[in-house]
């Protein structure tokens, strides 16, 4: 194999070298739409179907109510979570033959139920995070 076939080369490919510069300076609010933020990490979401995935890349923010995914300026979706009904690690495929742990998110409103996949970098924590939360809401009412 040729050097940096098949590899990045972070010095010779200036798109991918920008492209991470970029994300690695934004600045992440510490309030959504007057709800402070709780904590917040890169993520990706797979925005496909049951049969083709399709991941999204952007960030994932979790307030006292709610969790929101965002890329960029638009918000790809909010879920209350009072309307969570599980939040729980699963092994799904990231890349064809690459099994991953990724957090799997379930929604249920009105007799209707929606999963979200999510890949964080600590999985575990975010579920503790967003089961500590929700509980916390569940308190309040």
Known sequence: MKEGQGQFNLEKDSKLRSGLEILRGIDLP????????????QAAYDAGSISRSSWKMGFLYLTHSRLIFTQGRNSLFCVPIGLLSS??????NWVSGKLVDQ???VKKSDGQKSTFYLSVKEPEEWAKV?????????DES
């Open 30 to 41: 510490s309030e959504i739409e007057g709800e402070k933020v709780l904590t917040h990490s």
């Open 87 to 92: 939040a729980k690690i699963v092994s799904r």
């Open 103 to 105: 957090l799997q998110l």
């Open 130 to 138: 967003i089961k500590k939360a929700k509980k916390e809401c569940l």
